[in-house]
């Protein structure tokens, strides 16, 4: 039983730590988030990461064109948060969303590591992330609305992600995503689990501005996805990095932040003009 002890010690140990003759990878991605999703990255011990975003409204279609300034006028989500590295491989964070979907007044709060980080000798970076959601919104009186929530548990949604990502030399970075979310109270046609597998991408163009990408393929039952409209969330962004402040101008599909919302119910039809412009800026501060 010792040994056992003793070889899973030095397994663990030498899967996280970097050698002597090992060089580490930094800066896949440019902060935390690739788009609406969790790049490898994470941040340094004691560094403290305040975040907001903001997606307006459909750019064309019956909600959006000149009458609504291309969706300015409107607010589909609003996010604002804080990030904690608790140590160099180990965040947690906590964000209040406006929420986008059938569920407002959205918390989400989660915890980040870091398995392993890409060197000269790995070829990859493993990250996991395990978030919970609840909502504070008023109970609906409707009993077949998916709000109508009878206990506290009717609140809660989870959501699970691996992140597996590869630097390839100093401009470009690949990420892949499968994702797993459960909501524990939805409506009667919807279901409760999405399963989902994810890309994104950066592209470095200069040394203080790239293009980063996204797209999510959500497994759902064919007569689900028809029903509710469902669509695969994708989007593409310009990042700038300021110096102080990571800022991000983004278009996607996705009204929603947070996995429990893009996932699960991303409706808007790109074809329709039902896309929508959204920024995110990051601001570190050390602690």
Not at 146 to 151: G, K
């Amino acid at each position: 039983m010792k040994n056992i002890y003793f070889f899973t010690s030095l397994l663990i140990l030498s899967f996280n730590s970097v050698s002597q003759d090992e060089t580490p990878v930094y800066n896949t991605f440019n902060t935390t988030r690739v788009i609406s999703s969790h790049s490898t990255e994470t941040l340094w011990k004691h560094e403290l990461d305040f975040r907001v975003g903001h997606r307006f409204g459909d750019i064309g279609g019956a909600q959006g064109g000149a009458q609504t300034l291309f969706g300015i006028d409107n607010s589909a989500d609003i996010a604002v948060g804080f990030e904690f590295g608790v140590t160099n491989d180990l965040d947690i964070g906590l964000t209040r969303y406006k929420g986008a979907g059938p569920y407002r007044q959205l918390f989400e709060g989660y915890a980040k590591y870091k398995f392993m980080r890409q060197t000269s000798e790995k070829p990859i970076s493993i990250v996991g992330i395990a978030k919970a959601y609840t909502t504070t919104m008023k109970a609906a009186t409707d009993s077949t609305s998916p709000t109508a929530f009878t206990e506290f548990a009717h609140r809660m949604a989870y959501s699970y992600q691996l992140l597996i990502a590869r630097k390839f030399g100093e401009r470009f970075s690949f990420q892949l995503m499968p994702t797993y979310v459960h909501r524990n109270f939805v409506a009667f046609e919807d279901q409760n689990v999405h399963l989902s597998i994810g890309a994104g991408f950066r592209l470095q163009l200069t040394k203080l501005m790239g293009i980063i990408g996204e797209y999510h393929h959500v497994f759902t039952d064919n007569d689900l996805a028809i029903s509710q409209t469902l669509q695969d969330p994708i989007g593409l962004a310009f990042e700038f990095n300021t110096g102080g402040h990571i800022f991000q101008l983004n278009l996607t599909n996705s009204r929603g932040f947070g996995e429990a919302q893009y996932i699960s119910s991303t409706t808007s039809d790109l074809t329709k003009g039902q896309f929508r412009i959204g920024f995110t800026i990051s601001r570190i501060f050390k602690l």
